[in-house]
């Protein structure tokens, strides 16, 4: 039995960090033409089937991360999960919403160790898109660009009926990761920044992406952990690290420190407040972290089978599971705060 789970372990390890290996390897996938006939049939969001998550459709798992009182929480929370589609002998350029092997991995990866570090701070809200296959970054210019702007378009119509429909108003958590981070930062601009919606943002919460600090122009990064009204962004590369291809990638960019949450350059264990782990499991004290120019650099975090890690460099699919107590203790703090500056409204 203890070989049985330990292979399960393994398995459940591969799983979460298994994107990553396409990031560090050569593009030799295969594709078709992006064309009008290919392209999956566009979601209607006004239908409860076409979102992932609702406030009223939480899976069980979900649920366990969940506000046990969630009609009393004041603000939401819209989340676009990162890509998932990635086999290279995958040859569509986006995946339908009625993809259940996607959408397998919509709910039981990302939401479920993602957006569940903000399920405590408001409802959330999580639309299936038609998300761009991996190669739409590598093939940007052979038809990745169209991908892209086709799962924009979902992403948008679905933050549009949100509006429309949920929104009523309140306080709103914008969270991406990776792809989800492509189309959160778009929305950031096209609806918040200089506009009058901005005054509902608590935070947005977009790492796994190369953003800089002055990506907006009226919404601000933010340093200080109580801050409100602005964005942070990190990406997590093991200590003394750097993307394989090009060593300046990031550098530049925004780069939180998603521990102290202020212009701290290095932690250390007991500042580490969790590591949320595939078995469903918080590891505390788990990892230290050195900020460097563009990139969260973490040690091997402690945590069953972590020698296994020992061999990633690239800690990207972790962005926001390696500090999922911390964000979501954070996420809280900056709700709490924000709701106290608008006198409970």
Known sequence: MKIIN?????????????????????????????????????????????????????????????????????????YVYPTLISDKKDIRWNAPIT??????????????????????????????????????????????KEAQELAYSDVRSAFQ????????????????????????????????????????????????????????????????????GGFVSWNTYKRNKYPKKDK???????????????NTKETNLSEHKGFLYTNGKIYKQALTIKITDGLVWSTNPKFPLRFFMSFLKNYHAGDINLFWQDIRENAKLRTNTYLLKNNGD
């Open 6 to 78: 330990k292979l399960i372990s393994v398995k459940l390890l591969f799983t979460v960090f298994t994107v990553v290996i396409f990031y560090n390897c050569k593009s030799t996938y295969k594709t078709q033409e992006f064309l009008q006939e290919n392209i999956p049939p566009k979601p209607d969001y006004t239908k409860e089937d076409s979102w992932a998550v609702l406030p009223g459709k939480y899976t069980e798992s979900f649920q366990e991360y969940a506000s046990n009182n969630i009609d009393t929480l004041k603000a939401d929370v819209f």
């Open 99 to 144: 993809d259940k092997e996607q959408n397998e991995k919509v709910l039981n990866k990302a939401v479920l160790m993602q957006a569940s570090a903000f399920a405590t701070s408001g409802k959330v809200y999580v639309p299936f898109y038609r998300q761009a296959h991996l190669r739409s970054y590598r093939l940007f210019d052979k038809g990745g």
């Open 161 to 228: 009926v949100y509006l429309e429909k949920y929104n009523n108003g309140r306080p709103i958590i914008m969270v991406g990761h990776s792809q989800g981070t492509t189309h959160t930062s778009r929305l950031l601009k096209e609806f918040f920044d200089g506009k009058p919606l901005q005054k509902q943002l608590i935070a947005a919460y977009i790492p796994g992406i190369r953003i800089k600090a002055n990506t907006y122009t009226t919404i601000p990064a933010m340093n200080v952990p109580n801050e409100t």
């Open 248 to 262: 300046n990638w990031y550098k530049g960019s925004l780069t939180t420190n998603p521990i102290t949450w202020d």
